[in-house]
């Protein structure tokens, strides 16, 4: 069983900045993905960043609507994800998600788990 804390949201206004942090504790073999997404009222939940591992190599990809201006990095001795998220946007207003995917201690079933979600909301 896999836990997620996620912190970081908070009001802030257009153009402003905020970082968003996930911390994965419990029982896993690894971690091979970390990801955030988010849910606007009324809207579907959507892949905002995601940051793959393999070996020793971290890939990342973003949605369009946030490359450029939101940055997701790893701390793997802290099982941490964070999204840095820089010139805020009304539209980026959200409930932010944190998803890890891995593997469970033998027999090395593959999990995926999400945190409880973590409000942003940008605003003037």
């Known amino acids: 069983q896999v836990q997620l804390l996620e912190s970081g949201g908070d009001l802030v206004q257009p153009g402003g900045s905020l970082i968003l942090s996930c911390a994965a504790s419990?029982?896993?073999?690894?971690?091979?993905?970390m990801a955030w997404y988010r849910q606007a009222p009324g809207k579907e939940r959507e892949l905002v960043a995601v940051i793959t591992t393999r070996g020793n190599r971290d890939t990342t990809d973003y949605s369009d609507s946030v490359n450029g201006r939101f940055t997701i990095s790893r701390d793997n001795a802290k099982n941490t994800v964070y999204l840095q998220m820089n010139s805020l946007k009304p539209e980026d207003t959200a409930v932010y998600y944190c998803n890890v995917k891995g593997l469970t201690p033998p027999p090395l079933a593959p999990f995926s788990s999400w945190g409880q979600g973590t409000q942003v909301t940008v605003s003037s």
């Open positions: 419990g029982s896993f073999f690894e971690i091979n993905a």
